[in-house]
């Protein structure tokens, strides 16, 4: 019951109003209310008082705005704010790039990215990854009604990102017949599924809860494929955050920090309980 009690009184506070600083000013975090300690994480930031997140836009849910200029709070922006509440940081700032950018990590003049980025060993070589902090299950999305089985996928044209953890799983793991369609966007893969380009999708299981149920029943998330990995806070190579931002993801797990931005920002979008998508095996 405690923890309970804990939890709502977080997700409460995530919802509302902004806490001044210990000058007096109000921090510049959006709709955010972070909750954890000010000025317990020591950053060393690319911008005074100022913390640069990289991310990759629009991702509702994450990020609940098209340009960073809209974009107020989500999932992945509130957390953002957390670390830049704990740091003492007056201001949060977005940079957005576009995917390809994002992944290959050319991408300078930012202190930490956060765009759902998947931890894999390849990735590793370029950044260096926080803990965990969200599973990410690989998830196969359809048009309703077709006919797309566990035992069947390989025979099927199946869109993905390029350069999306999911493109290479599908490619080397999977290894269908026909080589995949590659898509730039999450929107662009969604629409492609919507116009008949390809028979299925395969993306994060919540990106794909969440792009396919604003499509009115038209299309459906059927089955996952656990892949054992999760999304990880990213920093350069030789940044010396990596291991604060690292401690800082642990403290807001164990804290419920994370479980209440999930709960506010996440399960009434993907609009079922992710754990509810049948888990396919390798045919």
């Not at 109000?26 to 709709?31: C, E, H, I, N, V």
């Not at 926080?130 to 009604?145: D, E, M, R, T």
């Not at 380009?197 to 792009?211: C, E, M, N």
Request: glycine share 10%; charged share 15%; net charge neutral.
């Amino acid at each position: 019951m405690k923890h309970k009690q804990i939890l709502v009184a977080m997700m409460i506070a995530v919802l509302g109003a902004g806490h001044a600083l210990a000058d007096g000013s109000a921090p510049s975090y959006g709709k955010c209310a972070p909750m954890g300690s000010a000025g317990s994480l020591n950053l060393a930031t690319d911008q005074p008082d100022t913390l640069i997140v990289a991310t990759v836009l629009p991702n509702p849910g994450w990020y609940n705005g098209m340009s960073p200029a809209s974009t107020q709070d989500g999932f992945e922006y509130c957390m953002a704010a957390e670390i830049a509440h704990r740091a003492g940081l007056k201001n949060l700032k977005l940079l957005n790039l576009a995917w390809d950018q994002y992944i290959s990590g050319t991408a300078r003049g930012y202190d930490v990215a956060i765009a759902t980025t998947t931890i894999t060993e390849k990735r590793k070589q370029i950044f260096n990854f926080s803990q965990p902090y969200f599973n990410s299950n690989l998830g196969v999305a359809v048009k309703a009604g077709t006919d797309v089985t566990a035992s069947n996928i390989r025979s099927k044209h199946i869109g993905v990102i390029q350069g999306n953890m999911g493109s290479d799983w599908v490619i080397n793991t999977l290894k269908p017949s026909r080589q995949p369609a590659l898509y730039q966007t999450q929107p662009d893969l969604v629409n492609a599924l919507l116009a008949g380009q390809v028979d299925a999708i395969i993306s994060d299981t919540t990106l794909v809860l969440s792009a396919t149920a604003g499509t009115k029943g038209a299309a459906e998330v059927i089955g996952q494929y656990d892949v054992e990995q999760g999304y990880g806070a990213v920093t350069p190579k030789n940044s010396k955050n990596s291991a604060a931002i690292d401690n800082v993801i642990g403290d807001m797990m164990k804290d419920g920090t994370i479980a209440a931005l999930s709960a506010s920002y996440l399960a009434p979008l993907f609009g079922k309980d992710p754990n509810s998508v049948p888990v396919w095996q390798l045919p």
